[in-house]
């Protein structure tokens, strides 16, 4: 394949992110593999398309338009994940279009997920978003919260738990970055040892461009890059 021009900032920008990845997890002795996840929100299909050509195989989006939109016009084998806030009355327009939904958040959006993935006939797999540094602005369930919430999800057959999801606050602090993430690592662990028998905690989606290192060094093992992959969004 012969790149030019945006090319090459794409395949330059992935191949330093997959040495990052390398260097985390031996740098921290795990062995696991991590999904690098291309967020693609605000990106413009043609630089979706080139990620994809370039070995990317999973990409998230954050809102359900959007998504929509990609879905329709990528054209390309790839997974979608829905990583952003879910409206209850959108579940409908992605349910049978995306191979996990890292945000949920809440009951009244697993009666919701239920439902229509029932009528699809399909489980649909979801990530559970909690708020560890219980930031205002931040989606996500606390910590003192999970327990009773995975609890309660047995109700719900067309639903399969396979991890959490947590964003970190925007600091410079790294001490600050590493301590949310080691927190929903040990949340994870402890979930895992309940055994229950309707969840799974497979997939821990921790990381974004400014803190994956941290995330990978703490466990993660889907990062969500998108501007270290596209360069800076313009809104
Ligand atoms: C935008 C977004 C990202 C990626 O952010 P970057 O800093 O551009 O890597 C990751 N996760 C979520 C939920 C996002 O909304």
């Not at 031996?26 to 991590?34: A, H, L, Y």
């Not at 054209?75 to 939904?101: A, E, F």
């Not at 979801?126 to 919260?145: D, H, P, R």
């Amino acid at each position: 394949m012969i790149l030019e021009g945006l090319d090459i900032i794409i395949d330059n920008n992935i191949r330093k992110i997959k040495e990052d990845i390398k260097n985390s997890l031996e740098k921290s002795g795990r062995t696991k593999e991590v999904t690098l996840l291309a967020v693609t929100k605000n990106v413009e299909v043609e630089k979706i398309q080139e990620a994809i050509d370039l070995g990317i195989e999973d990409i998230g989006e954050n809102r359900v338009q959007e998504l929509q939109e990609k879905y329709n016009e990528v054209n390309r084998q790839v997974n979608y994940h829905m990583i952003g806030h879910l409206q209850t009355n959108k579940v409908k327009y992605i349910i049978d279009k995306v191979k996990l939904i890292h945000s949920l958040d809440r009951i009244s959006l697993c009666k919701e997920l239920d439902k229509r993935a029932k009528a699809h006939g399909i489980k649909v797999d979801v990530l559970i978003q909690m708020n560890i540094a219980k930031e205002k602005t931040k989606f996500g369930l606390y910590e003192n919260e999970i327990v009773e919430f995975v609890e309660k999800l047995v109700e719900y057959e067309n639903i399969q738990v396979r991890g959490l999801m947590t964003m970190a606050p925007h600091t410079d602090d790294e001490k600050v970055v590493r301590k949310v993430f080691r927190d929903l690592y040990n949340i994870k662990e402890d979930l895992s040892n309940r055994n229950y028998d309707h969840i799974k905690m497979d997939y821990l989606s921790m990381g974004m461009t400014n803190d994956y290192k941290i995330a990978i060094e703490e466990g993660s093992n889907i990062i969500r890059v998108g501007s270290g992959i596209f360069g800076s969004r313009k809104y």
